[in-house]
């Protein structure tokens, strides 16, 4: 049969990121030696009590429907962890229980966005946010950072991109691929031009608030600005603080109206997320935070370890991340070898032993992506790798 792609589809492409890892996965399968530095997964065990509440749901029996956009008792439990890790007074009816922090994001777009509507997309960006937009018929308006400026953007920048047609600003602090935290100062000054723009709406992802680096708190914008919360709405999850990336929960707060229209979707789409996954990300957010302390700390030093390596390879520098688990490694000097093509950069790493993704796919140029949520050890071979292929 020909292809018969809607023009939405054809729109978009498939995600960088999982597409890099599929490829190592497909390698490795081969018997190739491959390290993937490609995707954001914690290497940590999920935490016992987690996979107990897993256990348990399927003792009990608890496979069948939950309401679509997730159960009372999960709605409580991220209620609470809006609240004390983000700082955000929400209500349980106004938190929407989904597939992974993607799907709740993706919901609140195409709920909201119709041709022609532009959305400000702060670049270096995750490579599914412009996708999203684009898959919806809007129009991605990047707002370019750069590593001088720390990937932060003063908000003079973002009023210069605001139009009528503009009726999304995306914020994702920690960032991912930039590790660049938003302080709480510049989150207010992003709040001034938004209230002489009342048809922007905000999406703050803040999946790796629990992963900072510095002693600051977390700085949100519906904390920042509480006169705007009606058009914020915040996603989090447990995938990145709770190593859970395959019970595919996400979790969002925001205005009813939103909520109740991403529900609209949910019900007509994949339907309530998994039961199980619900059992657990209860007692992920309901049980013991402690062990964070520890995972925030060896990643501190795998991030300081891969920082000091990338910087002491000749053509090849990245600042220090504040947060997240990723570096974006700029390699322009060794571009002409790649006829400045850093897809090319990529393959010839992979080629080498280590999956990691083109600067490019971030809306960057000139560089990769690394996730250092791998063990020491691993990633000393993988950055032995990468020192010797660009050697
Ligand atoms: N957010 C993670 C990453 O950037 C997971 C993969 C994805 O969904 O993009 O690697």
Redesign the pocket.
Known sequence: MTQHLSQALQRIEA?P??AM?DRASELRAEGRDVISL????PDFDTPPHVIQAAKDALDAGDTRYTPVTGTARLKEAAALHFRRDLGIATDPSQVIITA?G?QAIFEALAATISAGDEAIVPSPW???YPQMVRFCGGTVVPLRTSAANGYRFHPSELEALITPRTNWLLLNSPG??TGAVYPAEMLRGIGEVLRRHPQVLVMSDD?YAPLRYSDAPHATLAVECPDLADRIITVSGV?KSHAM?GFRIGVATGPDWLISAMGRLQSNSSGNPCSISQAAAVAAFDGPQDFLADWREAFRRRRDMVVQRINAIEGLSTPVPDGAF?CLIDAAPLMSRFDGDDGKLALHLLNHGVAT?AASAFGGADGFRI?FAADEAVLAQALDRIEKALS
């Open positions: 995600s990121t999982t890892t490609s995707v954001g997964e992974g993607k995750w490579v599914s991912n691929p999946i995938s990336t990723y993704v996730s």
